[in-house]
């Protein structure tokens, strides 16, 4: 029987292990950016999780409530969705400029043109 | 009072500047602010290790906000000698810069470079003065995203290859030690970390804390290239620009280790990570491992670049062995190789930059003859390569020595023949190169080659001096890595 | 000048002869007054030494805290002292027969082969006044880093293939045995200093010391201990000077010193002694001494051949050292001084020849008296001096080392010295004796003498002299050398 309180743990470690799982075995390199990003979401999901707090409210300061979540986490993983936005860009930024080098964003395609990259 | 806002400075300086080269946008003013801006840095590094050898740990509040809530960096002696040795490296890279950049960089893009390597600058200094383990995830993709970008410009378009590549692997890396520092948090509910050493005993018997340090430790050691997670490395040091390179080489790496020490040491304190998780079990057999196979790979390389980054990983195992055998010696050995690598790496893969201004390659076979053609550059090689192998009188004897040292202090006389082993492949593959340069006659036809300009050989033979000179007085290198050690090792000071 | 003055400007002196000679590129009679001037003064600084060590005083002086608790460290004792003069003094003769030899060879690349072999001098006096191991070691090195570009000096393909055993060789002995037996000597007693009576007595127990010692024999290369021999053959495609100084003097006599230095100085032969730690390798030497004799016999070029014949003399000082007592310890210092004058002296001759009649194997001498009646005579007194006859110095060394195999008791080994002394006169003898008496190879009869250039002829006539001064002087030699045995 699993704790209803542990769902959104489980949820983390499927995303994490399906992102993780793309970026390993997709050769396109376009899809291992967005395994990537399946990845980093499952860790922003993860630090959400830590932050609730049972039978508490947003932490938005209100006279009728006494008790918030916790807002750290989401403060924290505010920054690492920018980072993670930033990432996804350059990625795609790199893709593009590595089609335009080499007519293709496979990776084994890439590979046969230069054998050591 | 400036002196009070130095541990701040040490990053805002950097951070500042990087727009502004934006705003000049001509490689000229760019580079000039650049160097302004890595000197200040350099100053200032410079000024906090001297406060921290006369006071004591630094603590400095960002913002006024009081420790755990707002962000401290906190400066002792471990993070104020690997500031130093940041902000040196990129105070004597800089003015090399200018000539290698025209050379391998279009124009147009030259000051978008010089911001981009401010920023990786400001990264690696914020990792390094930080006392908070989020903010290091922050300075870290600072310093990451900075670095894709400057990998990726390199000339060759196995450049864009080998960025995508570390581009994947640094972020998983990351994210890992995002993953990390979350669970830390979710069982202390602290980020600061000297409060983090001090909440984490009462919870260290728990499965969340173990899993936080096997990815905390699995992330760090991919951006630090500890075997075998270095696969990112060779691609990386080889097609990017030869002042990346370097610079990357001597800092980028030596940061991640330096965050390894603080995990490992201040944060889950040598009993955790020793006595309960057995660290060193799994670490010393990659470490040796990393020295002989990446020696052994160096060996085979065609390319220069590619040989000196296997190198960089060999050398990377001398470092988390040192630390591995937990004891002050060995942990002494692993900072001061720390500083002893960064200036031999530092000193070589800037003489490969003269090389690639010259002769537009760095490929074995290109550079027959260049002994006689390029004779400083090539002396300047020749001596950095010594100090690689561990001759007497140069850095890289001095690091041996203590790590030797170490491990027969622990009776493991087994791992001082493997260290001394992996020292002689160093040999080999030094010598490969020696004897191209030095005995090939250079080519039918090659094309004249002229040896490199004096901005280049300055700041070449400035590394490879420091060399010779921190060889034979290693009071200032070895002294502050062993008081360095002996704090990390007596627990969060 | 103080004895502290003259002990540090030894090394330092070449050392800044180098970069000296190197601006005196242009004019090949500057860089070579350069040179003498620079070996003379380093001769004389030497000598200035020697009464203040005859007296039992052992000037000293410390230049830097290198590590903690290890010190860049000059200390002059008697050895080092019987090695520096040695040197020093043959660096000057081997400067002018260097004069002789490189022009008459046309050599390339001479102000290379100046300024290097000014630095291997250096390396050589910081070896022989190093005041701790540690500061032996960093000269070792530099040692061998200096002479790789000797030995490669004419850059072809022989030469570089010669130069990476030399370099591969002598490297992977020092840095993977020599040094961790350095550091786990330091670990063991907590100094490297070089002390009478040793340093390692009571740190170590018997079955750690012998590994140790073997640590330290076998990674001294320079020594040559067989199977560890293979670069010194291989260095004698350097020029003949390079072979003459550095490989029958400075380099492997750096190599045998440093033996002595560890066996005298770090163990103590009193402790070597109680717990039999060199036992097994006194045979090691003894063997190498045999098997290197035998090899000699069948080379016939003549520089391969003497290269042979100093594998099988070194050993005698190696030998010297294992036996663990005083008159051994005391017949291997005076063997390096003995060997040396005799051994240059075979090898400017030698070299001679070379220049003289482009002749390099000694099947090829027949009969070559006739044209350089003074270098056959000068290689006639280096043999004997070599065999051991008197009335020349190589009697007396092993005359001690005689003594010394009797006073341990190993007749065995007395008779290993007798028969190395009977197989040296079969490789050495026949090369003068059929120079002079057998008939000239057709071809070879051009009349008249054609001796050396007058440079080479002056200097193996002072190492032929001064064979024969050893053997009536030898007193000094082996006055000083008592002072480094306790009691």
């Keep these: 029987m699993i704790d209803p309180g542990l769902y959104n743990y489980w949820i983390v470690v499927v995303l994490m292990m399906a992102g993780f799982f793309i970026v390993i075995s997709h050769g396109n390199l376009v899809k291992k950016i967005v395994g990537l990003n399946i990845f980093q979401t499952s860790v922003f999901i993860l630090y959400i999780s830590f932050g609730k707090v049972t039978d508490a409210t947003a932490p938005i300061l209100d006279e009728a409530y006494s008790e918030y979540s916790n807002p750290l986490p989401h403060v924290l993983i505010l920054t690492a969705i920018v980072v993670g936005v930033a990432t996804s860009a350059l990625g795609l930024a790199l893709i593009v400029r590595i089609r335009e080098a080499y007519g293709t964003v496979e990776e084994d395609e890439i590979i046969a043109q230069d054998p050591d990259s | ?493 | 000048m103080s004895p502290e003055t003259a002990v540090w400007l030894a090394p330092a002196i070449p050392l800044a002869g180098a970069p000296l000679i190197a601006l005196a590129r242009r004019s090949p009679n500057l860089r070579e007054a350069v040179t003498l001037i620079t070996a003379a003064v380093l001769f004389l600084v030497v000598l200035q030494l020697v009464p203040e060590v005859m007296a039992g005083g052992r000037p000293a002086v410390t230049l830097l805290e290198m590590l903690p608790g290890l010190t860049l460290t000059f200390e002059v004792e008697p050895l080092g002292m019987v090695f520096a003069v040695v040197a020093s003094f043959l660096w000057i003769v081997t400067s002018i027969y260097s004069i002789g030899y490189m022009r008459g060879h046309h050599e390339k690349n001479q102000t290379r082969f100046y300024v290097c072999f000014a630095l291997a001098l250096s390396s050589a006096m910081g070896v022989a006044f190093a005041g701790n191991m540690l500061t032996l070691f960093i000269f070792y090195e530099a040692l061998t880093l200096t002479t790789y570009p000797l030995v490669t000096h004419s850059g072809t393909k022989e030469a570089v293939a010669a130069g990476r055993s030399y370099l591969g060789i002598l490297l992977a002995t020092s840095i993977g045995l020599q040094l961790l037996a350095i550091v786990w000597t330091w670990t063991l007693t907590g100094t490297l200093d070089f002390t009478t009576g040793g340093i390692l007595q009571g740190h170590a127990s018997p079955a750690m010391a012998a590994l140790l010692y073997a640590l330290f024999l076998f990674g001294i290369g320079k020594a040559a201990i067989m199977p560890l021999h293979r670069w010194l053959p291989a260095a004698m495609v350097a020029p003949t000077p390079v072979s003459a100084l550095l490989h029958a003097v400075a380099v492997v006599k750096a190599g045998v010193f440093t033996v002595l230095k560890v066996s005298v100085y770090l163990f103590g032969i009193d402790f070597l002694a109680e717990a039999g730690a060199s036992q097994w390798l006194m045979y090691v030497a003894a063997a190498t001494i045999l098997i290197a004799s035998l090899v000699a016999l069948k080379q016939d070029n003549l520089k391969r051949r003497l290269a042979y014949s100093t594998i099988s003399q070194l050993s005698y000082i190696v030998l010297g050292a294992t036996l663990a007592n005083g008159l051994g310890a005391i017949g291997g210092g005076m063997h390096i001084a003995m060997h040396a004058f005799g051994k240059i002296t075979l090898f400017f001759c030698a070299g001679a020849i070379d220049v003289a009649l482009h002749k390099k194997q000694v099947s090829e001498m027949r009969g070559i008296g006739r044209a350089m009646p003074v270098t056959m005579t000068a290689f006639l007194i280096g043999s004997l001096s070599i065999i051991g006859l008197p009335p020349f110095g190589g009697l007396w060394s092993k005359w001690y080392l005689g003594l010394g195999t009797l006073e341990a008791g190993e007749y065995a080994l007395l008779a290993v010295l007798m028969i190395s002394s009977l197989l040296n006169v079969a490789y050495l003898l026949p090369i003068p004796i059929r120079a002079f008496f057998s008939p000239a190879e057709k071809g070879n009869e051009a009349s008249g003498l054609k001796e050396a250039p007058l440079p080479c002829v002056l200097a193996f006539s002072v190492t032929a002299l001064g064979c024969l001064f050893l053997f009536f002087f030898p007193e000094p030699l082996f006055r000083v050398l008592s002072l480094m045995v306790p009691g």
């Design chain 2, 1 to 493: 009072m400036i002196a009070e806002h130095l541990p701040a400075l040490q990053v805002v300086i950097p951070l500042l500047a990087a727009p502004l080269c934006v705003l000049l946008r001509r490689p000229g003013p760019a580079w000039a602010l650049a160097t302004a801006a890595s000197w200040a840095a350099f100053g200032v590094a410079v000024l906090l290790l001297i406060a921290v050898l006369e006071q004591g740990v630094l603590s400095y509040h960002l913002g006024g906000w009081e420790p755990p809530w707002g962000i401290e960096y906190r400066v002792d002696l471990a993070n104020a000698f690997v500031l130093l040795i940041v902000a040196a490296i990129s105070a004597v890279v800089l003015p090399f810069a200018r000539r290698s950049v025209a050379a391998e960089i279009p124009e147009e893009k030259a000051y978008l470079f010089y911001s981009m390597y401010l920023l990786c600058l400001t990264g690696l200094l914020g990792i390094a003065i930080t006392g908070d383990a989020f903010n290091v995830f922050v300075f870290l993709e600072i310093s990451s995203l900075s670095s894709y970008v400057l990998i990726s410009l390199g000339k060759d378009r196995r450049a864009l290859t080998a960025a995508f590549q570390y581009l994947i692997m640094g972020t998983i890396g990351a994210t890992f030690y995002l993953i990390g520092v979350g669970l830390l948090y979710a069982m202390t509910g602290t980020l600061n970390m000297a409060d983090l050493a001090q909440r984490l005993p009462a919870v260290a018997d728990t499965r969340t804390v173990h899993a936080a340090f096997a990815f905390l430790v699995i992330g760090i050691g991919v951006k630090a290239a500890a075997f075998p997670l270095h696969l990112w490395l060779p691609n990386a040091y080889c097609y990017a620009p030869s002042v990346v390179t370097a610079f990357l080489a001597a800092t980028a790496t030596k940061v991640s280790i330096y965050v390894l020490l603080r995990i490992l040491f201040t944060v889950f304190g040598p009993v955790f990570s020793f006595e309960a998780i057995e660290f060193d079990l799994v670490m010393i057999p990659l470490a040796l491992a990393a020295m002989l196979l990446a020696s052994t790979t160096a060996i085979f390389q065609n390319n220069v670049k590619r040989l000196l980054a296997y190198s960089s990983v060999a050398q990377i195992g001398y470092m988390v062995l040192g630390i591995s055998l937990g004891s002050v010696t060995g942990v002494t050995a692993g900072i001061v190789h720390l500083f002893n690598h960064a200036m031999i790496k530092g000193g070589l893969f800037l003489a490969m930059g003269c090389v690639f201004v010259m002769l537009g390659s760095v490929q074995l076979r290109d550079m027959a003859g260049l002994g006689r053609r390029m004779p400083w550059t090539m002396a300047a090689f020749v001596i950095g390569g010594l100090s690689l192998i561990g001759v007497p009188a140069t850095t890289g004897f001095i690091s041996k020595w203590v790590l030797v040292q170490a491990t027969l202090e622990r009776g493991q006389w087994f791992f001082a023949v493997l260290i001394l082993a992996s020292s002689l492949l160093a040999l080999v593959y030094v010598w490969r190169v020696v004897e191209v340069a030095y005995f090939r006659p250079a080519p039918e036809g090659a094309a004249e080659v002229s040896e490199a300009p004096l901005a280049m050989l300055i700041p070449t033979w400035l590394l490879i001096l420091a060399n010779v000179y921190f060889g034979v007085d290693t009071s200032l290198t070895l002294g502050v890595a062993r008081r360095a050690a002996e704090t990390l090792l007596g627990g969060a000071a």
